[in-house]
């Protein structure tokens, strides 16, 4: 990390968020044997994805999707948000879908940018947010979470 930024100091604008990146990181190293109750569903196929779906119209749950890649920064800096949030939101859906695991669904919701959370409510997308916005996605949740 130190060496990344003694090698590129004309970047100010890239600093902080490289050290905000880093300090997230470390973090979750840190933490990284405390065990979460959050129950985030990672799919693993379009199949299991659809089923999922199709379940959610009989609900009346809220379901917040996360399209995230294994490469993307704001995407595993978000990861803890995601855990606290499906801790504090029990009746939550919290499904995690890799853009380069399920390209097709990634496709099918017109994801272009990572992270992209979709909120989906009786099988049907209710709103979107593109980007690492924590405050933002959780006054969604909260704004939907008990919609009809």
């Given at each position: 990390m130190e060496l990344y930024i003694k090698a590129f100091p004309n970047i100010?604008?890239?600093?902080?968020?490289?050290?905000?990146?880093h300090r997230a990181?470390?973090?979750?190293?840190?933490?990284?044997?405390?065990?979460?109750?959050?129950?985030?569903?990672?799919?693993?196929?379009?199949?299991?994805?659809?089923?999922?779906?199709?379940?959610?119209?009989?609900?009346?749950k809220l379901l917040v999707v996360d399209f995230s890649a294994t490469w993307c920064g704001?995407?595993?800096?978000?990861e803890p948000v995601i855990e606290e949030y499906a801790n504090l939101y029990a009746d939550v859906e919290f499904i995690k879908i890799?853009?380069?695991?399920?390209?097709?669904?990634?496709?099918?919701?017109?994801?272009?940018?990572?992270?992209?959370f979709v909120l989906v409510k009786k099988g049907k997308e209710i709103c979107r947010l593109v980007g690492a916005k924590k405050t933002e996605l959780q006054k969604l949740i909260e704004k939907h979470r008990f919609d009809n």
């Amino acid at each position: 990390m130190e060496l990344y930024i003694k090698a590129f100091p004309n970047i100010p604008k890239i600093q902080p968020k490289v050290t905000s990146f880093h300090r997230a990181t470390t973090k979750r190293k840190r933490m990284g044997n405390k065990a979460s109750t959050a129950k985030i569903i990672e799919m693993q196929s379009a199949s299991q994805w659809r089923a999922q779906l199709e379940a959610s119209k009989q609900s009346n749950k809220l379901l917040v999707v996360d399209f995230s890649a294994t490469w993307c920064g704001p995407c595993k800096w978000m990861e803890p948000v995601i855990e606290e949030y499906a801790n504090l939101y029990a009746d939550v859906e919290f499904i995690k879908i890799d853009v380069d695991t399920l390209e097709d669904v990634a496709r099918q919701f017109k994801v272009e940018a990572m992270p992209t959370f979709v909120l989906v409510k009786k099988g049907k997308e209710i709103c979107r947010l593109v980007g690492a916005k924590k405050t933002e996605l959780q006054k969604l949740i909260e704004k939907h979470r008990f919609d009809n």
